[in-house]
């Protein structure tokens, strides 16, 4: 799994050692994924291996040099990417566009890249793809966000056709808003803009999506759940919130 270090990545980890699954888990922050395998490591077994996910010939080495006894993955949850900025595309940041394009999109076809051909070898597997409702809507100032995200939807339907031969599954489960640490990544650090996202309504959390992503990889081999929305009940729509306040 991509972007374990934390929100939906960690909460994931969390709940898939729970449920006997053995964990590589990658992301940036070496510090984290040692401190989250340390805490898992009495329930499953974990592999960590950091890299950044822009950077393709680091991917492919990770994937490369994994021990044989993790060579064979039977689940790719490509989970790591962010937002970066929220505003007019004429006042965008083009480090900005370069990290939502490079992280979200690029990084997670590097990731499906180094692994799926495996799968394909064996005729076995599922890619989860973590979309979001910004990848089935386009609200102001998201721009460039959206269009990672639009076009991760359409890697998803991509791939399953693509896989379709081969017996792979493929899902997206696309939410909506999730309390992690995305905003304060928006945000860059603003912790007031961040926690107000959030504020006056109740939001999904990470083990909400983290359940999600245990229920589709759990399904029986002839059922792929090929794309979910999830929402908080208290939102109809990427600009429709119902706030107490
Ligand atoms: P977090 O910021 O909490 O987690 C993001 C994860 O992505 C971190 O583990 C981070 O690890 C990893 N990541 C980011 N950049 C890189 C990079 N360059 N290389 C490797 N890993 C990277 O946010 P969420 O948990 O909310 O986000 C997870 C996914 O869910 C994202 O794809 C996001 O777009 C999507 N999503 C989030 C929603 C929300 O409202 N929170 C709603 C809809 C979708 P590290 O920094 O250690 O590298
Ligand atoms: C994260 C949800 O609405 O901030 O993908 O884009 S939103």
Redesign the pocket.
């Known amino acids: 799994m991509?972007?374990?270090?934390?929100?939906?990545?960690?909460a994931t980890a969390e709940l898939l050692a729970q449920n006997n699954f053995r964990l590589i888990l990658?992301?940036?922050?070496k510090d984290?994924l040692e401190a989250l395998s340390n805490t898992l490591s009495n329930q499953t077994e974990v592999y960590t291996t950091s890299?950044?996910?822009?950077d393709k010939e680091a991917v492919f080495k990770a994937i490369k040099e994994l021990p044989a006894e993790w060579k064979q993955i039977d689940v790719l949850i490509n989970?790591?990417?962010?937002?970066h900025g929220l505003g007019p595309i004429h006042e965008g940041n083009v480090e900005d566009w370069d990290a939502m394009i490079d992280?979200?999109v690029k990084?997670l076809l590097y990731l499906t890249k180094a692994i799926t051909p495996s799968m394909i070898e064996r005729e076995s597997g599922h890619v989860v793809n973590?979309?979001?409702?910004?990848g089935k809507e386009v609200y102001p100032n998201g721009n460039v966000y959206c269009a990672s995200?639009h076009a991760v939807d359409a890697i998803n339907n991509g791939m399953r056709m693509d896989f379709n031969p081969y017996g792979i599954k493929v899902t997206a489960i696309?939410?909506?808003?999730?309390?992690?640490?995305?905003?304060?990544?928006r945000f860059k650090g603003d912790e007031q803009r961040a926690d107000n996202v959030y504020k006056g309504f109740d939001a999904?959390q990470?083990a909400d999506i983290a359940d999600t992503i245990l229920y589709v990889v759990t399904r029986p081999a002839h059922v792929n759940i090929s794309d979910m929305v999830v929402f908080p009940t208290a939102q109809a729509a990427s600009t429709m919130v119902h706030k107490n306040n």
């Open positions: 991509s972007g374990a270090t934390s929100g939906i990545g960690k990658t992301g940036r922050r984290r890299f950044d996910i822009r989970n790591a990417g962010n937002a992280i979200n990084g973590i979309g979001s409702i910004a995200k696309n939410p909506g808003l999730v309390e992690t640490e995305f905003s304060l990544v999904l990470a």
